[in-house]
């Protein structure tokens, strides 16, 4: 296809494409009308190319920009342009893809792979042996602008071009790339091995076919000049460790040894790609064996790469000691993210406390979010990725790694410099989850250091020490409080009030932690947390405000009932309800708000009943109103589809009402079409919804069931269709409101059993099921049982010895109890089901540590009926197969 241009039309593209780079808003708003109505002629996109390929007359930022507006036309209305169109920009992609400028050759790249991507490379099959041919022109810019595309391809389409479905290409083009890997110009060695790489992760057959010469360029690059060569080396190791660690063993102390020296590389990204080596190595099972001799290397070299660089320290402000008055800008403040309510029985061992240690199941978000988050540093960067190197090292090596890292700590920690102590600081948080037995014996000296640190002059000193006593909290909570805890207490508190916001914000989420760790280890310091807390209302900028209601929440689940006392309801309640007020319905920052009063209301109970009017109507009304925009947006199809995550918070806050006032929410469900929109809450197509919709009629059911009893026939076939545990969570909640129900309703449950029955059976005997879900499937099935036993009974051999295995670790409470009886009422009903299992029984009613004396008579009825049964000898028999302490308990708690 021939095409040339109209010079008038020409002219006015260009001109938008000028306006186009002004900064005034006003005037952008206006071009993106003059190009939306430009895209109506389907010539447009031939203007465009023309201006991005031919019109060298013109500036570079220009000609590039019209071939990003191409691309977006492209990825938008690809399938709908006219096909000679189309074939028009290819040809004359192909055409420019050795244009003088980097930036032309940069642009046409992404514009080919766009095309590629968004119409498939099957119709374009001469794209990859042209740009392959290219690979051969003499003249570099053709061989740079043809392997530019190639990356970008390898990027987006590394899965087809494996596929056989086009012949497989790298059959032919990793061979070919190979070739490239002593090339003279760095540029070139550069995109050939960042080709290569895409096909590591996947296997590609062909790369594995050409594995050994693929190494052994790799290596031969190791000591290029050339940074980008130095980097893209080290990042095809790093994913060669996982994928062909058999091909890597014969010369790992090699690179061990490289990735000593790339870890200290001059620039930064070939450090930062360096230093993934070492996460990676250490999920490896070699990782100790072959590590060890090099840790006395590596260890002050990580701690080094966790230092502050100069531009890091400018980017973060880390010089301007008090910016408390400075108002946030709102690019700073992340989205985020709220996590559904799950309802869940607590095993013995979590309610015992945490591991030592407590610094929780922490992994790299731990490093990406918890250091300097700001928008400048938010990215995976050096710093981070050396930090979280020594962690998992130290979970590798534990307590072995220590007579390394203590002389660097005792070097680092207390040194003038505040950057290098920083450092240290960060290190001594980075070891706690691997370390913390081999730690204990030098807590006592460094714990008071510590919290000397949070009044260091040094903001980031500050901050990086809040972080770094979190992770020792577990620790502090366990010493005598005069000690540690109350110091620690109030010089967090102190912190959360400090004039520097990255200080308030490292202080509210170690305070959030220690909460956690201590629960109600701080109600006698009550008074004085909350008042602090308050203050920091008034105090606090936008982004704080919102961890700050998470540092409230957090509080109030810690200490549950022991906040409903006047006096601290009346230091809480009155700012919050200020700011509830001050929100309206489509304000992000509402979500933060109920989140936390759904914790204040539970801990509350009768204590929120004031505020709960006003609180229970707003959640009806923001449910409503996301309800009728999905249905406004299901009519309409240009109307946006609507935010979810307020139904999702405003459900959640539900839950904490009801479960907070208990019988006292009846009033507000009577007034209200709560269970209608339930219903429709139930059925909606997001998980989470679901997830949080269950919870909700789960107590809801607990608190009033009379106004949930008439909806039983519609509930019911809901609840059994989302007994699914692909979505655990939907599964879990939706299972625990089922054994809810059932308890209320009796033997009522007879005329629905059927709806749920045999997808438990299915969840409870589904292999790798998380422990929480078959905790609450199996108590489910046990309440089934106690409600309908005749008609669970006759399964018994299906489920009975999972049942038995699922609640032996569970603690004595309600749920237990129940559950126990319906097994009780099944076994009575149909002892035979039982007797291939009754070991399994035997060994989970020993779990009880103090059963009701009712249900103890039953178990001990139970039991006395099998020994009179099997005989005396038979019994005794039976009863040498028990581990001693089993044996010991039964005799001891059921008298046979």
């Not at 996109?45 to 507006?69: A, C, F, Q, W």
């Not at 008042?531 to 606090?540: C, E």
Request: proline share 5%.
């Amino acid at each position: 296809m021939t095409w040339e241009p109209q010079g008038d039309g020409l002219q006015q593209i260009i001109a938008i494409l000028k306006e186009s780079q002004s900064p005034d808003t006003a005037t952008q708003m206006a071009v993106q009308m003059k190009l939306e109505e430009l895209n109506r002629y389907p010539d447009f996109n031939n203007y465009l190319i023309y201006v991005l390929t031919k019109l060298k007359t013109e500036d570079e930022p220009t000609r590039s920009l019209s071939g990003l507006i191409l691309k977006n036309n492209i990825r938008i209305h690809g399938s709908t342009l006219q096909p000679e169109i189309v074939e028009y920009i290819k040809h004359e992609c192909l055409q420019a893809v050795g244009d003088i400028s980097p930036l032309i050759r940069a642009t046409v790249g992404i514009l080919i792979t766009t095309i590629a991507s968004n119409g498939g490379l099957h119709n374009w099959p001469q794209l990859l042996p042209s740009l392959c041919e290219m690979l051969d022109n003499p003249d570099f810019n053709v061989c740079e602008g043809a392997f530019s595309a190639l990356q970008k391809i390898c990027e987006d389409s590394a899965e087809i071009l494996d596929s056989a479905a086009l012949n497989r290409p790298l059959n032919v083009m990793i061979p070919k790339f190979l070739q490239y890997f002593k090339h003279t110009s760095p540029k070139i060695r550069s995109h050939a091995i960042a080709c290569i790489n895409q096909f590591i992760i996947n296997r590609s057959q062909a790369l594995m076919i050409n594995i050994d010469s693929f190494i052994e360029n790799l290596f031969h690059l190791s000591s290029d000049e050339d940074h980008e060569v130095r980097k893209n080396v080290c990042h095809g190791l790093v994913m060669l460790l996982e994928v062909r660690m058999d091909r890597l063993m014969p010369h790992m102390s090699q690179i061990i040894e490289y990735m000593l020296l790339r870890t200290q590389d001059s620039d930064e990204g070939v450090a930062l790609e360096a230093s993934e080596f070492w996460l990676s190595l250490a999920e490896q099972s070699i990782c100790k064996d072959v590590l060890a001799p090099y840790l006395a290397q590596l260890a002050p070299i990580l701690v080094r790469g966790m230092r502050y660089s100069e531009i890091d320290i400018i980017l973060l402000k880390g010089n301007v000691e008090e910016d408390d008055m400075v108002p946030d800008r709102e690019e700073d403040i992340r989205p985020r993210f709220h996590k559904s309510r799950t309802h869940t029985i607590k095993s013995g061992q979590e309610a015992g406390g945490g591991q030592a240690g407590a610094a929780g199941e922490d992994d790299d978000d731990d490093y990406d979010d918890g250091l300097d988050d700001d928008s400048s540093l938010s990215e995976w960067n050096l710093r981070k990725c050396s930090a979280a190197a020594l962690d998992v090292l130290a979970n590798v090596f534990r307590e072995d790694c220590l007579p390394i890292v203590l002389p660097i700590l005792k070097e680092t920690l207390f040194h003038q410099e505040w950057v290098i102590k920083e450092s240290g600081v960060l290190a001594l948080g980075a070891i706690a989850e691997g370390c913390m037995q081999g730690m204990i014996q030098h807590l006592p000296e460094l714990i008071p250091y510590l919290i000397s640190c949070l009044s260091d002059k040094k903001a980031l000193v500050r901050s990086i020490t809040c972080w770094t006593l979190s992770r020792y909290a577990n620790w502090v909570v366990n010493q005598p409080h005069d000690q540690y805890l109350k110091p620690l207490m109030e010089e967090l508190l102190k912190r959360i009030l400090d004039s520097n916001k990255r200080v308030q914000e490292a202080a509210c989420s170690a305070f959030a932690t220690l909460e956690e760790e201590a629960c109600t280890e701080l109600v006698p310091y009550l008074e004085y947390i909350l008042k602090t807390l308050v203050f920091a209302f008034s105090k606090y900028q936008h982004k704080n405000l919102l961890i700050l209601y998470d540092a409230v929440g957090t509080l109030a689940d810690s200490v549950g009932h022991h906040l409903n006392k006047s006096q601290y309801i009346d230091i809480l309640m009155p700012p919050l309800i200020d700011k509830w007020n001050l929100l309206k319905d489509d304000d992000k920052d509402l979500f933060p708000l109920l989140e936390c009063l759904s914790s204040i209301a539970t801990a509350l109970q009768s204590g929120f009943l004031p505020y709960c009017d006003p609180v229970y109507r707003r959640c009806i009304s923001l449910i409503e109103q996301t309800i009728n925009q999905e249905l406004l947006c299901k009519q309409n199809q240009t109307t946006d589809h609507p935010d979810k995550e307020r139904m999702i918070v405003a459900l959640d806050l539900l839950s904490g009402l009801a479960e907070g006032l208990d019988r006292h929410i009846e009033t507000l469900v009577a007034n209200s079409n709560i269970m209608h929109l339930l219903y429709q809450c139930m059925q909606d197509v997001l998980p989470e919804v679901r997830q949080s919709s269950f919870a909700l009629l789960g107590d809801l059911t607990k608190a009033c069931f009379p106004h949930v009893h008439p909806f039983m026939a519609e509930f019911f076939p809901i609840l059994g269709q989302n007994l699914n545990p692909d979505f655990i969570s939907v599964c879990n909640n939706a299972t625990w409101a089922i054994g809810e129900i059932c308890m209320k309703l009796g033997e009522e449950t007879k005329q629905y059993i059927h709806l749920v029955l045999s997808d438990l059976f299915v969840i409870i005997n589904r292999p790798n099921t998380p422990k929480t879900l078959l905790e609450n499937t199996a108590i489910t099935i046990g309440r089934l049982g106690y409600v309908c036993p005749v008609e669970v009974a006759p399964y018994l051999p299906e489920f009975v010895r999972q049942w038995c295995t699922s609640l032996r670790h569970i603690r004595d409470n309600d749920e237990k109890d129940s559950a126990f009886r319906g097994m009780c009422n099944m076994i009575t009903v149909n002892p035979a089901g039982v007797v291939p299992d009754f070991i399994f029984f035997c060994d989970a009613i020993a779990s009880w540590v103090n059963p009701p004396q009712d249900l103890q008579q039953m178990i001990q009825k139970i039991l006395h009926g099998f020994k009179t049964q099997v005989g005396e000898e038979n019994w005794r028999r039976f009863v040498e197969q028990f581990p001693p302490t089993l044996a010991e308990r039964l005799v001891t708690m059921y008298n046979i």
